[in-house]
C-alpha cells in the first residue's frame, strides 16, 4: 500500500529532470546481457589519483592536530566550521580584492541544498498571497534546479537566443533580454556558470546586465559557480566571478574532488546570508564539518588551486578537445549538427538541429549500440513553452576514458547519419 503522503510528500518523492533517466540508465547498465556499454551518461566526476592523494594529505593532517575532536565529536556553528568559513574569507579577500567577513559566508551540505533553500526562502507565495518567481534567466541549465522548489509553478526559465557558427559546426546561448523579465514578483534569479549542461559560460557583460535587472527589485542573483574558478576552476575561457551587493556567490566542493563530503558555499551580503543560515538551523542543524576542515587545510596551503588549475581543468579540457575533434571527424559535414562552445563544465552538448526523431527515441537508439548519453530534454526545468529545439539535444559527459569517448562519437555519428538518412528516405 501507498503511503498517504501531502501534496509536498508526494511531490518530493518523485525524481526530477535527468534523475528520472538515471533509473532507465542503471536499469540498462544491469541489464547488459554481455554487452559492454560506454557510458557517457555520468555526473559524477572522476577520481583523479592527485586529488585523491590531497585530500588523503589533508585527511591525516587532520588527524594528527588536536582539532580533529573539535570537528568530529561536536555540534558547530549553523553557518560552518569556523577554520574553514575563515580560509575561504582569506582567500577570496586576497584573491578578488574583497572585503568579505564570516557574516558574509555560509556553508551548507553540498550546494543543491543551498539552492533548495534559496528556493523556497526567496521564491513560492508571500505572506500576502503573492507568488514568488525563481527565474532561470537561460534554458537549458542543471537539472537539479527543477526539484528544488516546493511550489513548482513558482519556477520559471526563458528560452535563450542562439548564436550560431554553421561552418565550424558550433553554437552558443546566450540570454534573451528581449523576453527576460525580472519585476517585483521576482523571488530569486539563478544560473550555473560554467553551465551544466550546455558547458556554456555566460559572459561578464550578460551577467552584469541580469544583475542591474535584478537590482531595482532587490532581487538575490546566485551565481552557481559550481565550476568556476578559483576551485575546480572547471572554466576552458577566461571568466572572473562576480561579486556584488545583490548576488549571491555559489560554490561546491563536489568537482574539486569532494562529493561524498557535501560541501556548499554561499557568499554574499549578510541580509540574504541569514535568511539562508536560520533555514538551515531548522532543517538540519549544520553541514558535516569534516569536508570543511580538511579543506581549510587545502586552501590555506594552496593546494586547492593549484592541484584545480594544474590537473583537474587540464584533464576535462583535453576530453573535450578528444570529443570536439571526433565528432569533426566522423559527423557528416551536411548534417545540420552543432556542438556548445566547450567553455567549461564535465559536459559537452551537441544540437542535432530538425532530428527527425525525438532526443528520447535518439537516446535509446545510441543504447542499442551500447552508447548512453542523456536526452537533452530533461534539462530545461522551468521552461514551459512547447520549443522543438529541447527534443534535439544531448548531454555527453566528459567522464569517459578517451578511448570510450572517440568510439562513442563515431558510433554517435553513424546513428546520427543513419536517422537523418531515413528521413530523405521517407521524404
Ligand atoms: C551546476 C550544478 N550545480 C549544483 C550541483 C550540485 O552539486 P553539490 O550539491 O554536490 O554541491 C551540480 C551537481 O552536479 C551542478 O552540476
Known amino acids: 500500500m501507498n503511503p498517504a503522503l501531502t501534496k509536498i510528500g ?61 570537528v568530529v565529536c561536536r555540534y558547530g556553528s549553523s553557518q560552518g566550521y569556523a577554520p574553514f568559513v575563515e580560509a575561504i574569507a582569506n582567500d577570496f579577500n586576497k584573491r578578488y580584492g574583497l572585503n568579505l567577513s564570516d557574516r558574509n559566508i555560509l556553508v551548507t551540505a553540498g550546494s543543491q541544498t543551498l539552492y533548495f533553500y534559496a528556493a523556497n526562502a526567496f521564491g513560492g507565495y508571500t505572506t500576502s498571497g503573492n507568488l514568488k518567481q525563481i527565474v532561470l534567466p537561460l534554458s537549458p541549465d542543471y537539472t537539479g534546479y527543477g526539484g528544488v522548489c516546493l511550489v513548482p509553478e513558482a519556477l520559471v526559465a526563458y528560452k535563450p537566443t542562439l548564436d550560431i557558427d554553421a561552418d565550424a559546426h558550433q553554437f552558443k546561448y546566450r540570454p534573451d533580454f528581449s523576453q527576460l523579465s525580472i519585476t517585483e514578483d521576482t523571488g530569486c534569479v539563478l544560473f550555473s556558470r560554467p553551465c551544466n549542461p550546455t558547458g556554456n559560460v555566460v559572459t561578464d557583460d550578460e551577467v552584469k546586465k541580469i544583475v542591474a535587472l535584478a537590482e531595482p527589485f532587490d532581487v ?113 559535414a551536411n548534417l545540420p549538427w552543432f556542438l556548445h562552445r566547450g567553455e567549461g563544465a564535465i559536459f559537452a552538448w551537441l544540437w542535432l538541429q530538425d532530428l527527425p526523431i525525438t532526443d528520447w527515441e535518439f537516446y535509446q537508439e545510441l543504447k542499442q549500440v551500447g552508447v548512453i548519453v542523456v536526452p537533452g530534454s530533461t534539462f530545461f526545468p522551468g521552461l514551459r513553452e512547447d520549443w522543438q529545439h529541447k527534443h534535439e539535444c544531448l548531454r555527453i559527459s566528459l567522464t569517459g576514458s578517451d578511448e570510450e569517448i572517440v568510439t562513442g562519437m563515431q558510433r554517435l555519428a553513424k546513428v546520427a547519419q543513419d536517422v537523418y538518412q531515413r528521413l530523405i528516405v521517407r521524404s
Not at 560506454?38 to 589519483?49: C, T, V
Request: hydrophobic share 45%.
Open 220 to 332: 538575490p542573483v546566485l551565481i552557481d559557480s559550481a565550476y568556476a574558478p578559483p576551485f575546480p576552476a572547471l572554466n576552458f575561457t577566461e571568466m572572473t566571478p562576480i561579486f556584488g551587493d545583490n548576488i549571491l556567490h555559489c560554490m561546491s566542493l563536489s568537482k574539486a574532488g569532494l562529493p561524498g563530503e557535501r560541501v556548499g558555499i554561499a557568499i554574499g551580503d549578510e541580509r540574504w546570508i541569514h535568511v539562508l543560515e536560520c533555514f538551515q538551523t531548522n532543517a538540519c542543524l549544520h553541514a558535516s564539518r569534516y569536508g570543511q576542515a580538511i579543506a581549510a587545510y587545502a586552501i590555506n596551503s594552496g593546494r586547492l588551486v593549484e592541484i584545480a588549475e594544474t590537473v583537474i581543468r587540464p584533464f576535462y579540457q583535453n576530453k573535450f578537445a578528444v570529443l570536439e575533434d571526433t565528432l569533426n571527424q566522423a559527423m557528416p
Open 10 to 70: 508526494d511531490q518530493m518523492s518523485n525524481l526530477t529532470g535527468v534523475r528520472a533517466i538515471m533509473k532507465d540508465i542503471i536499469e540498462t547498465l544491469r541489464a547488459d546481457a554481455g554487452q559492454h556499454f560506454i557510458n557517457l551518461s555520468a555526473g559524477n566526476p572522476l577520481i583523479l589519483p592527485e586529488v585523491e592523494q590531497l585530500w588523503r594529505d589533508c585527511t591525516a593532517e587532520l588527524l594528527a592536530s588536536s582539532e580533529y575532536g573539535d
